[in-house]
């Protein structure tokens, strides 16, 4: 059935360093493909999404990209900060309704 | 905007007990969302609604889940003779009306449930 894959954690980071969580999919069709963010205390929020093969999603300095032939969409980004401390959802969506997430990542950056 | 809202944000009950959560999507978005998550996992889907039509429904939705939006604004998501398997975070989100396959949801902060 249609999954999603991430990297397990939780991941512990110094400031500066560089990040990169890992997400893979299966899916029958053609998903759009999502990265969501849950702060301490917060609500998910959607950090950043692609809708097609090859698209990029970026936001806060946060990437990812489509990649159809690896059935993948890793996030990365070069220098994290301690704010971007929280846990991190990988989801794909097909043509329905139904959102497929992810089991998270946590993150904690250090100073 | 007010962002998703979903009261009470926690609800401790007894096995057995009936409860209602409640869910105020933003304002004009025609799609609403409930979700159920378990410690350590991700959102799972539980069932869609299009205005007041509910659409789609997951088999985790057994038959002592009943949801519904009446008006097609707030919803509610009634869990009947609760058992301790119920214990979550039970998420809602809604959705604006362009529904396009990159739609974002907007996630309210959740009600969590403890069964005891």
């Known amino acids: 059935g249609d999954s999603v894959t991430q990297m397990e954690g939780p991941v512990t980071l110094s400031e500066e360093a560089f990040l990169t969580i890992n997400c893979t999919y299966t899916?029958?069709?053609?998903?759009?493909l999502f990265w969501y963010v849950q702060y301490p205390g917060e609500g998910l929020q959607l950090l950043l999404k692609?809708?097609?093969?090859?698209d990029k999603g970026s936001n806060k300095g946060f990437e990812a990209t489509y990649r159809k032939e690896t059935t993948s969409f890793h996030l990365e980004k070069g220098s994290v900060q301690v704010s971007d401390s929280a846990v991190y959802f990988c989801?794909?969506?097909?043509?329905?309704?139904?959102?497929?997430f992810g089991t998270g990542t946590s993150l904690t950056v250090i100073p | 905007d007010t962002g998703v809202s979903q009261n009470p944000r926690h609800k401790i009950t007894k096995r057995g007990q009936n409860v209602t959560f409640r869910c105020d999507p933003i304002?004009?978005?025609?799609?609403l969302y409930w979700y159920r998550q378990t410690l350590g996992q991700g959102p799972e889907f539980l069932t869609y609604?299009?205005?007041?039509?509910?659409?789609?429904k997951s088999r985790l939705l057994s038959d002592r889940f009943s949801a519904e939006r009446p008006k097609g604004s707030f919803s509610t998501l009634e869990i009947q003779r609760t058992e301790q398997g119920d214990s979550a975070m039970y998420l809602c989100?809604?959705?604006?009306?362009?529904?396009?396959?990159?739609?974002?949801?907007?996630f309210g902060p959740g009600t969590r449930l403890t069964v005891l």
């Open positions: 989100a809604s959705s604006p009306r362009s529904g396009g396959p990159g739609d974002t949801q907007y």
């Open positions: 899916a029958t069709g053609y998903p759009s």
């Open positions: 692609a809708t097609k093969a090859d």
């Open positions: 989801a794909l969506r097909l043509t329905g309704n139904q959102f497929y």
């Open positions: 304002s004009e978005h025609n799609r």
């Open positions: 609604f299009q205005n007041e039509a509910q659409l789609e």
